[in-house]
């Protein structure tokens, strides 16, 4: 059974622009999470996804968003990036909302 | 104040120590993770707890909801698990909160 797959796994982006990644969760996975760790801050939620809804949201500017799609797959958007939005970004899937997650290897995001 | 706090930041062991990492906690949660993280990234899940005690190989973990204090456990510790543990609860709100990782060193 695939894991979770996450892409690009690297990623260089100019401040103002703007970033989508991506994420494949595990086969019969109905739930996405994403999150944002940092050197400074750690890990930090930034969102949740359920059969194409949002279902939480943690405490990000709204220059980032997400969606899921009807095969669970979800996509995060981060736009006019700034030098702070570099980190690595996990996502995690789970069969449920209240299952164990199973997280991806990370997109490692550089803004220059 | 963090609504995660885990003990101790730092950790070196040596190859057959116990190893015991703490994790307490300021909210209601609906579950607690245990989380492992090598160099380069990538995450696993090693536990995740509503009550008790679970144990997986020479891993152990324990919840005491009343206390809100979870401990997880190295038994015969091994160089292959240095990284860092990262506790994680998740609330009744499906809210999220991380503490901030105990890095192990596992001396050989």
């Known amino acids: 059974k695939a894991g979770v797959t996450q892409t690009p796994r690297y990623l260089i982006k100019t401040r103002g622009q703007q970033v989508t990644l991506s994420c494949s969760p595990i086969s019969g996975h109905r739930s996405v999470s994403w999150y944002q760790q940092t050197p400074g801050q750690g890990l930090q939620f930034l969102f949740e996804?359920?059969?194409?809804?949002?279902?939480n949201k943690g405490n990000f500017p709204g220059r980032f968003s997400g969606r899921q799609f009807s095969n669970s797959r979800s996509e995060m958007n981060v736009s006019t990036l700034e030098l702070g939005d570099s980190a690595l970004y996990l996502c995690a899937s789970s069969p449920g909302r209240a299952s164990e997650a199973f997280f991806g290897q990370g997109t490692r995001l550089t803004v220059v | 104040k963090n609504e995660v706090e885990q003990s101790p930041q730092n950790l070196t062991a040596q190859e057959g120590e116990f190893i015991t990492i703490n994790c307490s906690y300021s909210v209601g949660i609906s579950a607690l993770h245990w989380l492992q993280q090598h160099p380069g990234g990538g995450i696993v899940s090693l536990f995740m707890?509503?009550?008790g005690k679970k144990k997986h190989g020479r891993l152990i973990a324990t919840i005491n909801i009343q206390e809100k204090h979870s401990s997880l456990h190295i038994t015969a510790s091994h160089p292959r698990d240095s990284a860092v543990y990262i506790c994680a609860v998740k609330t009744a709100g499906n809210q999220f909160y991380f503490g901030t990782g105990t890095s192990l060193t596992v001396i050989p």
């Open positions: 707890l509503s009550s």
């Open positions: 996804y359920f059969s194409e809804t949002q279902r």
